[in-house]
Every structure is written in C-alpha cells, then in structure tokens.
C-alpha cells in the first residue's frame, strides 16, 4: 500500500536522550528508545510516568530541552512542527478520540486523507476515482460503510476510536502513535482492534500506549515500561511482568 | 522707597510695644478695624500698619482679605465681615469675633475701599507680618512670596527674621529670599553671596531667578557660581521630576489595578469573560454619588461609607448576573462575552435612565484635597497618595481572603477540581455565585475610587474594560502578583511615555505593545507552564 | 453525499438559492418601484427607503464576513468594525478628493478639514486617492493587509478563543483612538464628509442613490457565492475542523494557521467592501465606526440570525437593523435594553438563531406529518449542539 519508494531506514524512530521539564518538574528525564521499522511496540507505565509527554516530543508539540529525536534516521524532529511531522509519515491517535463531530464519516476521511494539505490546494480540491476509493476502502475496513454519510459526533465512543485509526490508516504515516485504542471499547471491539494493529505493523511501525494488560496480551509485542520519564525496563511481556523494579513501581513499596 | 523704609522702621518700633498694646485693651484690634471703613485712604493706611504691628492672630486674614481685594462690611450693621463663595450666596464671617454669620446675598455687603497703592503697602506689611509669625508655614510662604517680587525694602525685616530664627530649613529659606534681594545689588561680592546663598535650595522661583540674573550678569565670577547653582539644581530638578513621575504611574498603575483586579478573580480565576466587568465599577461609582445625596452632611465621611455600599451594590449585582445568566454559559467562554457585553448595555442604559445621561459630580472630601509639599520641585497629590495605599490594601486583602479564609480554600478547591470539590460537600453554585459576587464587589469598590478622579457618567466602565483586560492578560491569567506588577508597569510605562508621544498615542503604543507582547507570549508574564495548563 | 459535479456546491445549497432569489428580486424591484413608480402611488418606494435598504444591504454583506470566520472557523473577531471601517476611510478619502475646490475653503488639492488644520501639503498617504480604481484596490488591501500582518502574528503564535477576541478588539480600540487624532490625517472627531460625486456621479441624486443600492445587492450576492464556495469546498471542512478540534486538524498535517489566516483576509477584504459600499450611501465616515460596540453589533446580527449558515448571518443583520431603526426611531429609550437583551436572549436559548428556531419548527411539523417515512432532513449545520463544539477546547 505503501506508495512511496524509501529506502527502508534502520531506525524508524530513533529517541536519545530526552529531557523535558517543566517548571523544574522533569516529566522526561534522559529518555532513550528506538523503534524498529515495522515493529509493533507497546509502552506502559503508571499516571505521569511521561507517555504522552513522549508523544507531544515526537509529534512536535513539546520541545526536548535536551536530546535527539530522529525519524526515518535522517529527520531531526525537534525541528519540525506538528503539520509537517504529521505530513512526513507519523500519525497519533490521541487519548480521547478526537474526531471532527461536526463531519460525516465520509468527511474525516476524506480530511484526513493523504495528499496536498496546501490552502489552495484544498480550495479547489475534487476527489479523484482512486482517492474515492481508497476512502471506500478505508471506511470498509473501520467498519462503519453504512454510516458513511452520518456526522462523526452521533459514533459510540469505540466508534470514533475506529474512526480516528481510520484516519491515521488513511494518512498512510510510517509511524503510528496510538494513545490508549481501547478505552472505553467492549471486550469484542477490544480484540478487533488488537487484531487491526497487528496487521497494520510490518507495513508500518506502531507505537501504543495502554494501561488495559490483556489487550497488551493480545498485541503479543515487545513492552517498554517508563516510569518517572525515563525506561524503567524492556522486553516481553512476561520478561517485564517478572522484573522486580517494574512490580516495585506498581505495587508500591 | 525711603517712604516704605520709614513704614517699616514705624511698624517695627510698634511692633516692640505692641505686646503691652494689646494686653491692655483686648479690643484695640476690633477698634483699628472699625477705622477700616470709609473712603480716607490716607487714614487706612495708618491704621492698617497699626493692626499689622499689633500681633494679634487675627490680623493676618485681616491683612490677606484687604490685599486681595476681599473684605466686606455688612450693610445692616456696618460689621466688618469676610465672604466665602457658597451655593451662589455668601457665607460671612465675622472678622473680630470669626462668628459664622451665615448666609447672605451679595448685596448686603459691601466692600471696604482700597485702591493699588492701599493694596501694595497691605502686602508688604502681609509678607513682614508673615516673617513673624510663629508657623513655619506661614514664614515658608511669606518667603515664596517675596521669591516673586524681589524688593530691597523687605531686607531689614528678613535680617531681623534670619537673626531670630532657630529652625535650620526655615533659616535657609530665609536667606535665599535674601539673597533675591541682594541678586540685583551693585557689589559683586554681595551679589556672589547672594547666589552661593542660594545654592541647594529646591524651588522653580530660585531657578527662574537665576537664570534672569544670568542674562544680564556681567561679572564673569558670579556667572561661574551661579552656572554652578543652577547646574546643582537641574539635576535636582530632573531627579525630582523623575520621582514626581513615578508617582504619577504608580496612581495611575493603581487605578488600573483596581479596575483590573476583580477582573483578576471573575477571569483569571472562574474563567469567566465578563464584559460587564466596567459596568460594576461603574455601580461603584454611583454608589458613591447616591451615598453623596443621601449625607450631604456628612460629605468627610461619605466615602468610607461609600466602599462597603458599592461593594454591597456591584457584588449583589454579580451575584445576580452569575445566577441569572453565566452560569447556564459555563464552559462557553465566547458566548459569555457576548452574553455579559449584553448586560453592559443594559446597565448602561438602566444608568441613564435612572440618572440621566449627564456626568453626575462626586464631591471630594477635604482630608482627600491637596497635596504634599516636599520641596520646591516635589509635591504629591493627596488623592493620589490615598489611591495607591487603597489599591494595595485591596490587593493585599483580596490575597489574604484567597489563601487563608476557607472561603478561598473552597474556592481554590472548586477551580481546579470541580467534580471532586462537588463530591467532598462543597456547594459549587454557591461558590461560583460567592466568588462572582467576590470580583464584582471589587470592582464597585474601584468605583469609589475612581469617583474621585474621573468624572462619573454611564460610560465610566466602557473606558476601563478593555484596560482592565489588557492587564490580566499580560500579567498572566489567574496570578493576582501578575496583576499587580502588570498593572504598575503599564502605569509607569504610560507616564513616561507619554511626554514623548503625547497621551493618546501613549495609549495606543501601550495597547500595540500589549499586544504584540501576547502574540509572543499568549499566556502573560508569570504564566504557569507545563502540559496541565492548556488542558 | 453532493453529487461531484463542479457546480454542486451550489446546487445543494436550497437555503442559499432561496436567500439569492429573495435578494435578486429586491434588488431589481426597489428600484423599479422607486424611479418608475409615480411618487403618489402606493407602491412608491421613497429613496429615503433605498438608501436605508441599502445600508441594510452593506451590513448583511458585513454579517457574511463575521460567519465566515466565526461559524466556520471559531474565530470570534471583534476587530470587523475596523475592517468595515478601513474600507469605509478608503472610500472616503476617494470622496474627499473628488470635492476638489468646491469645498468651503476652495482649495483644489487639500480636504477642507487639512485647510483648516493649516496643513500645507497632501501627505503622502492620501496620494493616489483621486484615482478610483487605486481606491478600490485600497478598499480591499488595506483591511486586508492588516488583517495578513496582525492574523499572522496571531495565528502563528497560537492565539485562540476570548484571548483572540479580546486583542482584537484591543486593536480595534487603538485605531479608534488613532483615528480621534487631529494629526493622523483622517479628519479626526469629524471624518470624512461633505461628499459631492462618485465618478462624476451627483452623490445626492436619486438615480446615483439607486445605483449604489443595486451595487450593494450585487455585492452581497457575490459576497454569499464567494463564502458558499468556500465553505463548501475541503478548505471549508478544514476549517470546521479547526473549529472543532484545532489540534487534531495539526496532527492530521493541516498548517493550522494558513487556513485561519487566508480565511482571516478573505473576511477583513469582505467587510473592507461593504463598508466602500456603506460610506457613498450614508455620506460620512467618522472615528465612531472603530468602537469597540460596533464590532460586537456585528456578532450579534450573526447570532441571531443564526451562525455557520451564511444565509443566516444576512437574516438576522436585516433583522437587527430594522428593529434598530424602528425602536430608535420609536422608543430611543428601549433600544438599548432591548439589544443587551438581544445578546443575553440569543446566546441563552437561541444557540442556533431565529434560523435553527424555524428549521426545528419545521423539523417537528415534517415528523408529525410523515409519521412513517423518515425524513433525513440533518444538514452538518443543523446539529444541535455544534455552537459549543464551535469553541475549541481541545488541546
């Protein structure tokens, strides 16, 4: 699907040394971890461990005080603002499903769909056949075909989560940065999504934060583990269930 | 002049004697009076150097009222009685026993006969009398007066007055009035004197003297000292003009942070956009009038009772405001400003209707008029003095009221926490409507304030609001200490700048600085930083 | 979904052909009614009524540029009346000039208030004026100028909500001040008056009056296909999704600040023209229009009217100012309450305008009647409860 001829890079994301700090209290402190391309990653850590400070690093919202974030090897993110890190390839769902309720389905997609993002551009912007269908395809894929023509505010919450993914597939990014896809979904819709990631990986990288431990079970995943803005532990998810410190972090000394 | 000399020598020796004078008839100073009237000008100038040699206190209003061409005799009884304007009539006192009379009409006195030359002796023998009086005041302003008209006759007095002075400021003074005099005198080692005399004293007159006697100076000696003097006092001058305008923009920053505090609290607090924020300070201001009307006899203390009223009066008013409308716009912050601009509009218009149209005139209190003399080239404005103390005990009460009063404990709580605070038992309307009420009553007791200063009209609020504003803005919402410094630095700047560009285009370069200031920093100088805050 | 022909936008738009058609016809027949319809008739139209149709026409045209950005985009400026204003100034100084030497002091090349002022030479801002199409050109570029340097300042600095209103009325305020100045220029106090022609024109003559109004007319109607293409076009979907969720639209790869600032401009060059069109038809243009009440005046004709419609931001501005003109002219007293009431009433329970009260009303009638077939009748602007989502809080 992927239509871009890249070389395939070593990295796809490449966080050294991260620091941010605000007003003294550092939410990251040294943070440092790559993804691999086409890795499936998951994070997890305890309330204010940094994740979605993380998140603001790569996609451009926070800078680092201090350290490197690099896409693709070459990208020097700290440079870039949040549209153009979107428009180079990485996408984000955030933590609670952010979609435009005053759209149809069929609208968020056609927004989110990749493409010129220029004001002109858009001003006289007709979709073509192929675009048509790629956002056919994509509503399809979301499940949600039958209420393609609704406004996206009248979706069940586990609705608008698989909206929002369906954006960030359509945006055909390298990188997805998925913030908690399961809150909020039942039990069915849960493993739907986990299944849905795992397919989208391989193609892309994916980055998901939860707190849900069976939905990570589902992921089936390395798991990075922060706490206090930093990496705390790595591994499977039964190596980094097991770690002492990990389990001296959430269950409390 | 040798005519004024002989005058003064008379009245000197008189002067000694009149101790005795005076303890032996108690009324010698009613019956010189009495001699005042008639159309013998010749006669009154005899007795007028008479009243003056007789150191009775009452001689001095006496001498005053005649120079100024104000004193009156009442026509039904031929006493000799001075007239204060009031209400378009007379209030008459009597000059003998200082009786208040009362009211009259202007044509039931008339005015005692003096003509130029009466009125030039009479102020002579005022400023000689001045010289010995026992106020300091009275001596420091018989010296500003003769800084204005230099005449050698007045030089034995003052030598009589500096020999007897023990005060060391007094002393000085006495001696720059005499070097005044001496300044025309033909010795250049007098004249040399004379200004070194002068030297340190901070006064415009000795300033203007100076640099006349420049002018025509011929000696190149004393033109060296007095360039020095004058150079001393420039810079003086300068230093105090400097002061002088930092006071002037810390009132001014005073003002703002009045208007702007409660501002402080229904923003940068609740978050709530009140455009009807100029409107409370604009009840406030009223209040204050009706408080006027209500004990026009008790004007002094009309305004202690006016900040409570207009506390009452605009907080009642905010409390309605938050219950009727603001509190179903919650969460709406545009639909809140215009919601609260519409009530603007019609406080405005309630004003009107109620009031007129017309400015209405607040009296200011006498403890309120006037000013401080520090120096010759320093002297600040009660009022103004009065505004700055009230702005930051208001400021500072407000402070104290939000950290340590429950109140403010509960208000604090339902801020940041509003489900939370709701579930341990705190009534979150109530504190919504208390703390609304909190700002607006704030604002009315700036009305009170600003009665004072401006003039009181239904558009009195329209020309704080957007200020007010500007100041909460860019001292960082929901920091009172932001407000503060804010508020004294836009005060500060606006009077310095405004010399240089003129008071409008002051305004207008301080609102363009506002607010490029905000597009660079959207969150005001002592912003709160981190992920919490634009959640 | 609208059929993906060139022209859909506005073939779809049944509300707007409806406002268009009403438009045209008063376009055309007030001035039939005017000048071919002998003064005694009934059906006279007197040119009193013209030129206050017209100025009605000018303020609809206003209220368009306010929905464009408030309705679609969320930004509430309160700097439009300077926008109209600078527009108005632009035509004004081209007034001005036309006067030439039948002023009152008769001097060829100075306005009679520069005479006045003893002011020697015409400074350097005012050349060019004399020139009509310059001065049009000016209409649209000076309001449209300042809203490019002072939106782009803002936008990049990321600006939002009552923090954006509020600077924007702090500028409207300071060109208010700006504009009372004796020395800016501009006529101080008293403006911009004493008009004689407009492209050689009598400005007091009937047929001139008529002309004006017709352009006013077509103006507006212009002024609607303009914005209906606009909002109808994927810009306009991006900008109700940064009115929506302005950080979402970022992440998705929208430069956020570009739409706002072209739609920005796009609005001041609107309202620059409707107050071109205003000036010639009122005959003065004073410091006044820059007050801060102004602006506001015209967020509540959109209010009213009903806002992120476009037609019902030209509803309710002719609305408004026909009650305007009737209780000042009736009660001056009640005006006042009556337009703070205004704001308080429409924000309360009129979220949608007088437009959304009748399209419930009809929505309700049509489900009584077809009680079985159901009526898919939800257009995106009809959601009930978009005027909050208009308020980005989202972050």
Redesign the interface.
């Known amino acids: 699907m992927n239509v871009r001829t890249k070389h395939i890079p070593q990295h796809m994301l490449y966080v050294n040394g991260v620091t941010v700090s605000f007003d003294g209290f550092k939410a990251l402190n040294n943070l440092s971890f790559v993804v691999a391309p086409g890795e499936l990653r998951a994070i997890i850590g305890p309330n204010g461990a940094g994740k979605t400070t993380m998140m603001d690093v790569i ?1 451009g ?1 926070v800078k680092p005080n201090q350290g490197d974030v690099f896409f693709r090897d070459t990208i020097d993110l700290t440079q870039h ?3 153009d890190i ?2 180079l390839g990485i ?2 769902k ?1 933590q ?1 499903p ?7 389905i ?2 968020n997609l ?3 769909l990749v493409g010129n ?3 002109f551009k ?6 073509s056949a192929t675009q048509l269908a790629r956002i056919n395809e994509i509503i399809a894929l979301v499940g949600l075909s039958e209420r393609r ?1 609704e ?1 996206a ?1 009248a979706l069940s919450h586990g609705q608008k989560q698989w909206l929002e993914i369906g ?1 960030l597939l359509i ?1 055909d990014p390298d990188l997805l940065l998925v913030d908690e896809p399961a809150a909020g979904m039942t039990d069915h819709e849960t493993a739907m999504t986990a299944k849905l990631l795992r397919e989208i990986a391989g193609e892309r990288s994916v980055v998901v934060v939860e707190h849900d431990m069976e939905f990570i079970k589902a992921l089936d995943c390395p798991v990075t583990v922060l706490h206090e803005g930093r990496v705390l532990a790595e591994g499977t998810l039964d190596q980094v269930q097991n770690n002492e410190q990990v389990i001296e972090v959430y269950l409390g000394r | 002049m040798i005519r004024y000399f002989l005058n003064i020598v008379f009245m000197l020796a008189f002067a000694l004697s009149g101790v005795q004078f005076a303890q032996a008839d108690d009324d010698a100073f009613g019956q010189l009076v009495e001699q005042l009237g008639g159309s013998n000008l010749r006669n009154k100038v005899q007795v007028i150097e008479q009243i003056a040699a007789l150191e009775d206190e009452r001689a001095l209003p006496v001498l005053e009222a005649l120079m100024n061409n104000a004193l009156y005799q009442r026509k039904s009884d031929n006493q000799f009685v001075f007239a204060a304007d009031e209400d378009k009539q007379l209030r008459l006192t009597s000059v003998v026993s200082g009786e208040d009379l009362g009211l009259a009409s202007s044509r039931d006195v008339r005015k005692v006969i003096t003509n130029n030359s009466l009125r030039s002796q009479t102020r002579t023998l005022v400023a000689v009398t001045r010289l010995h009086s026992k106020k300091n005041e009275v001596k420091l302003a018989a010296v500003s007066e003769l800084l204005k008209s230099p005449d050698a006759s007045f030089l034995a007095p003052l030598d009589a007055a500096i020999a007897e002075e023990k005060n060391p400021s007094v002393l000085k003074a006495l001696q720059v009035a005499r070097g005044a005099i001496l300044l025309g005198n033909e010795s250049e080692v007098e004249r040399l004197k004379a200004v070194k005399a002068m030297d340190g004293y901070n006064s415009k007159q000795v300033l203007t003297l100076l640099q006349a006697q420049l002018d025509v100076e011929s000696s190149e000696l004393v033109r060296k000292e007095i360039n020095d003097v004058l150079g001393g006092l420039k810079r003086a001058e300068t230093g105090y003009k400097f002061v002088e305008d930092l006071f002037f923009g810390l009132s001014l920053g005073s003002v703002l942070l009045l208007a702007a505090v409660g501002l402080a609290i229904t923003f940068g607090v609740m978050g709530v ?1 009140n455009m009807a924020h100029g409107e409370m300070i604009m009840l406030g201001a009223y209040t204050t009038y009706v408080v006027q009307l209500l004990m026009p006899n008790h004007i002094e203390a009309s305004l202690i009772v006016a900040v409570p009223a207009a506390f009452l009066v605009a907080g009642l008013m905010g409390v309605i405001i938050e219950r009727g ?1 603001i509190r ?2 919650y ?9 609260t ?6 406080l ?3 004003v ?2 109620v009031f007129s149209p017309l400015n209405r005139s607040v009296i200011t209190p006498q403890w309120m008029s006037g000013s401080w003399e520090i120096n010759g080239f320093l002297s600040l404005t009660y009022n103004r003095m009065y505004i700055v103390l009230f702005a930051l005990a208001v400021l500072f009460g407000l402070m104290l009221l939000l950290k340590k009063s429950y109140f403010g404990l509960q208000m604090r709580a339902v801020t940041q926490n509003r489900a939370m605070a709701s579930s341990m038992g705190i009534r979150t309307g109530w504190v919504d409507a208390m703390t609304f009420g909190l700002g607006s009553g704030i604002a009315g007791i700036a009305g009170v304030a600003l009665s004072q200063l401006t003039n009181v009209g239904p558009n009195l609020g329209q020309s704080y609001i ?1 200020d007010s ?2 100041v909460v ?1 860019f001292g960082g919402v929901g920091n009172l200490w932001g407000t503060f410094v804010a508020a004294m630095g836009l005060g500060v700047a606006n009077k310095f700048i405004e010399p240089l560009s003129g008071a ?2 002051a ?2 370069l301080i ?2 600085f ?3 200031f ?3 920093r ?1 969150r005001g100088l002592f912003a709160l930083k981190g992920r919490f805050v ?2 | ?1 609208p059929a ?1 022909s060139r022209l859909a936008w506005l073939l779809n738009d049944v509300a707007g052909k409806r406002l268009l058609a009403v438009v045209l016809a008063i376009t055309v027949l007030v001035p039939i009614l005017n000048l071919a319809v002998p003064a005694d008739s009934f059906f006279h139209v007197p040119t009193y009524w013209v030129s206050l149709l017209g100025k009605y026409l000018c303020f609809a045209l206003l209220a368009l540029a306010v929905d464009l950005i408030w309705g679609y985009c969320g930004i ?1 400026s309160l700097g439009h009346g300077a926008f109209f204003a600078l527009g108005g100034y632009a035509m004004g100084m081209y007034l001005m000039r036309q006067i030439g030497d039948r002023g009152v002091y008769g001097n060829p090349l100075l306005p009679d208030f520069m005479v006045f002022l003893n002011w020697q030479e015409l400074p350097w801002y005012w050349y060019g004026f004399d020139n009509f199409a310059f001065a049009m050109l000016m209409v649209l570029l000076v309001p449209g100028i300042l809203a490019f340097v002072f939106g782009w ?2 936008f ?4 939002t ?3 954006l ?3 924007t ?3 409207t ?2 060109l208010m ?2 504009f ?2 004796n020395d800016m220029g501009f006529g101080g106090n008293n403006g911009l008056t004493d008009f004689k022609d407009i492209l050689g024109f009598n400005l007091h003559a009937d047929n001139t009056k008529v002309a004006l109004y017709v352009l006013s007319g077509v103006a507006l109607m212009i002024g609607y296909l303009l914005c209906r293409f ?1 909002v109808s ?3 306009g ?2 900008l ?2 940064i ?3 302005e ?10 600040e ?2 706002k600032l ?1 739609v920005f401009v796009l609005s001041a060059m609107l309202a620059g023209v409707a107050g071109a069109l205003y000036v010639p038809q009122v005959g003065i243009i004073n410091p006044g229009e820059f007050s ?2 102004n602006s ?1 005046e015209i ?2 004709w959109v ?1 009213v009217g009903g806002r992120g419609l476009l037609y019902g931001a030209v509803i309710g501005a002719i609305l408004v100012n026909y009650g305007k003109t009737y209780f000042t002219g009736a009660f001056p ?1 009640v005006w ?2 009556m ?6 009433v ?3 329970f009129l ?1 949608q305008g007088v437009v959304g009260v009748v399209q419930q009303w009809k929505q309700k009638r049509a489900e009584r009647k077809a009680f079985k077939q159901v009526t898919p009748s ?1 257009s ?2 009809a ?1 009930p ?7 980005e ?3």
């Open positions: 996609t919202k603002d949040e549209a979107a428009n996408g984000r955030f609670k952010t979609v435009i309720e005053s759209l149809s069929f609208e056609e927004l989110a993002r220029g004001v858009s001003l006289f912007h007709t979709l023509n406004l505010g954006m945006q | 956009i409308v179903f716009l969460g709406r912050p545009l639909e809140t400003l215009l919601a601009f519409g009530i603007s509009l019609i405005q218009q309630l009107r209707s957007i504003f500007m803005v409008v285009l305004k207008i609102l363009v506002i607010i490029m905000i597009q660079r959207p634009e959640g | 979904m993906n509430l300042l803002t990049r600095s990321r600006v909500g009552v923090y209103s509020i600077i009325q702090a500028m305020y300071a001040l700006a009372f100045q606009v076009s994927k810009l979907r991006v109700v999704s009115r929506d969720a950080s979402r639209t970022r992440f998705v790869g929208y430069r956020v570009h739409y072209f801060p009440i506001i967020i509540i209010a007293e006042l309450f337009l703070g009431g205004l704001f308080v429409s924000t309360l979220p939800a995106p602007q959601k409860d978009s005027s909050t989502a208009a308020v809080t989202a972050s």
